[in-house]
């Protein structure tokens, strides 16, 4: 069974900064692709960074500069920096096997997600 733990959540005002970590379990195969996903209220799930097994990386737009995925073995972070109200969602991360030469930001492209962890921007 395939599990993806989430953690690093919390408050900070505008201009700080939270670094996330997701730890997955049970993936045997080491093809595996994994990303940052957020979602605000009333809004749709974004892709924020993600990474493949071979570092090769994707950011959206508004995080480029601000926030880093990196990864080591089955634990992906998420360094994020300048942190700004926009920046207030859940965050989850995904997982899924495979090859890209881009790592995917589309929630279609993972099947295994963990459940989120809370990140709050505010003064």
């Known amino acids: 069974q395939v599990q993806l733990v989430e953690s690093g959540g919390g408050s900070v005002q505008p201009g700080g900064s939270l670094r996330l970590s997701c730890v997955v379990s049970?993936?045997?195969?080491?093809?595996?692709?994994m990303g940052w996903f957020r979602q605000a209220p009333g809004k749709e799930r974004e892709g924020v960074a993600s990474?493949?097994?071979?570092?090769k990386t994707s950011y959206a737009d508004p995080v480029k500069g601000r926030f880093t995925v990196s990864r080591n073995n089955a634990q992906m972070y998420l360094e994020m920096r300048n942190l700004k109200p926009e920046d207030t969602a859940m965050y989850y991360c995904?997982?899924?096997?495979?090859?890209?030469?881009?790592?995917?930001?589309?929630?279609?492209?993972?099947?295994?997600w963990g459940q989120g962890t809370q990140v709050t921007v505010s003064s």
């Open positions: 995904a997982a899924d096997v495979g090859y890209w030469r881009a790592p995917p930001l589309s929630a279609s492209d993972y099947i295994y």
């Open positions: 049970g993936l045997t195969n080491g093809n595996y692709y």
């Open positions: 990474i493949t097994n071979y570092d």
